[in-house]
């Protein structure tokens, strides 16, 4: 099979540079991301007073903010629209730019599944996000949203929360680890894992934007890095991290960073239960 992989697009349409491929696959974020700078600031906010509750729409406001969720909302569909209309299938799952519900929230708009109303109608768009799916001789797995390590590896992050939040994030990432693992145990044949998230500590998920409050951190999916080494799948193929467009091996898995913008993309062709052909290809 002959794969085209786009990168996380974040409001931006994607470039198209090869032809003839059975397939798309996405690993989300397709909302644009204009309440980024917001985030960052209640973010560092909360990492110097950890009893800070602010959230990036205290910041700008509850009405700029929702007039931003509503572009991003309006700007992904478009590019679903767009994957759509190439008219072969497109498997993806939600990134953290895709709107799922966020049942923390304090705020309703963010309690509902805008992701959901995203894909109405695009018969193409097939959401894997925590399912398996057949797809001729291969079957792939989903695992989406995930911004960093489902459960915290890092000592700011562990004393940032109360011994009880802790404890509801560890039963949270256990819940998570066990879900994604009995798909892996249903397989029957090679599999492609799709992970919004790359897998944690690896030379593709270190932060190198110097903006960021993680800067020089490993912030990959850490259910991603432990079911490969668990599960040995044949590709791993993620996003998320925007500082890197290429490969690595884990095991005897390929795990792939798909990049960001419109002007990236991958070619992945599989025969059997090897990788004939990857390619990286980045326009101007």
Not at 91 to 104: A, C, E, F, L, Q
Not at 152 to 170: F, I, S, T
């Amino acid at each position: 099979m002959k794969f085209l992989i786009v990168g996380d697009l974040h409001g931006n349409k994607p470039n198209v540079y090869y032809r003839d491929f059975n397939a798309v696959i996405a690993p989300g974020d397709f909302g644009s991301d204009a309440p980024r700078t917001y985030m960052f600031e209640s973010l560092k906010q909360q990492l110097q007073d950890p009893k800070s509750k602010i959230q990036w729409y205290d910041i700008v406001g509850k009405k700029k903010a929702r007039e931003m969720v509503q572009k991003s909302i309006s700007d992904g569909r478009s590019i679903l629209e767009q994957l759509n209309s190439i008219g072969v299938p497109v498997y993806t799952v939600p990134g953290n730019w895709d709107w799922v519900p966020d049942k923390g929230s304090k705020w309703p708009l963010l309690k509902k599944d805008h992701f959901k109303g995203m894909l109405n109608g695009l018969e193409n768009i097939v959401n894997v996000y925590h399912r398996i799916v057949d797809i001729g001789d291969y079957q792939i797995i989903g695992h989406g949203i995930t911004t960093g390590p489902e459960y915290p590896q890092y000592k700011e992050d562990l004393q940032r929360l109360k011994p009880v939040k802790l404890k509801k994030v560890k039963v949270e990432y256990e819940k998570l680890h066990k879900k994604v693992s009995l798909l892996f145990e249903k397989a029957t044949k090679p599999v492609i894992f799709l992970s919004h998230n790359v897998p944690f500590n690896t030379p593709i998920d270190e932060i190198t934007n110097k903006e960021s409050p993680r800067y020089g951190y490993h912030y990959g999916s850490l259910i991603a890095r432990e079911l490969i080494d668990r599960y040995d799948p044949l590709i791993c193929i993620g996003g998320h991290m925007h500082e890197h467009f290429g490969k690595c091996k884990i095991g005897k898995t390929v795990a792939i960073n798909a990049g960001f913008g419109s002007n990236v993309n991958t070619w992945l062709e599989l025969e059997g239960d090897k990788i004939k052909k990857l390619e990286f290809y980045k326009g101007k």
